[in-house]
């Protein structure tokens, strides 16, 4: 069996310190909560800093909303306008969640108002859910850019970055308690599911995190709003409302499932 020296073993405890800012654990753990359930989210150890260090002793909507304005959990507040926390019903059945707020969005300072939250805004109505009777929010609550000429461009937050902020999504779930957490990409599955996942293979099936969520996995609209072709688009589309209609009909008929 091949050996660790030491100073491998330092080196690479000093790197995962760097990585993940960590207190009392290691580069595996973090793996582990990126990986595992809610627990291991959730549990200790964890990032020495997090958003579970501003969450409020009261939850409620409005109050994590509040206190999330000055969330320091991660590096990503700095650059972004504000804070875009998640909306919508309390009592809702559906909650949906994104990857992370856009360019309109960090604006604006309300989730999917942008050009993707018009065309989920039509796939609900395709689908006869109204958007009101939806928690609308995001896995990372501020928007993650690097400057391109003069445009702000996307870029996919880190998965300790997810972890940091998922104290926020865990809070919002347990004061909704929605019947289906919708899954809008693969930053928002990896969020509820703790696992990487492909969406291709498990979209429109209905999942089951460790924390007892169902939970049901699509593309996100803005993956749609990328493709080039019109007929590429109207495939994706279809197959977007497809997998919504799987979350209907489960709402309509949860034990038929
Ligand atoms: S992205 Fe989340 S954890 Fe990071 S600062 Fe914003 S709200 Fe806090």
């Keep these: ?21 960590l207190v009392g654990t290691s580069k595996y753990n973090v793996r582990r909560e990126a990986m595992g359930s809610a ?5 200790k150890p964890r990032l020495s800093i997090s958003a579970a260090d501003f969450l409020p002793a009261e939850r409620s909507l409005d109050s994590l909303q509040q206190a999330a304005e000055t969330c320091r959990g991660c590096e990503l507040y700095k650059n972004a306008t504000q804070t875009v926390f998640g909306e919508g019903a309390s009592n809702a059945r559906i ?32 689908v006869e859910i109204r958007r009101k009777d939806v ?10 850019w690097i400057q391109r000429g003069k445009r702000r461009m996307h870029q996919r937050p880190l998965i300790r970055q997810v972890i940091a902020c998922k104290p926020w999504l865990r809070a919002e779930l347990l004061v909704i308690r929605p019947a289906v957490v919708v899954c809008l990409g693969a930053t928002a599955a990896q969020a509820m599911l703790g696992r990487v996942i492909l969406i291709s293979k498990e979209r429109g099936k209905l999942l089951r995190n460790q924390s007892g969520d169902t939970i049901c996995v699509t593309i996100h609209p803005s993956a749609i709003l990328r493709l080039r072709e019109e007929s590429q688009r109207e495939r994706e589309y279809q197959r977007l409302l497809s997998d919504i209609r799987v979350v209907s009909d489960y709402l309509d008929n949860p034990t038929a499932q």
Excluded: C, W
Aim: net charge positive.
């Design 95 to 126: 909650v949906m969640v994104g990857e992370q707020p856009g360019d309109v969005e960090d604006r604006q300072g309300h989730p999917f108002v942008g050009p993707a939250g018009r065309l989920l805004d039509r796939a609900l109505s395709d």
């Design 1 to 21: 069996m091949q050996r660790r020296s030491r100073s491998g073993g330092r080196s690479h405890r000093k790197k995962a310190v760097a990585v993940g800012h």
């Design 135 to 144: 928690y609308i929010t995001n896995a990372v609550k501020h928007f993650k």
């Design 39 to 43: 627990r291991t989210f959730d549990s």
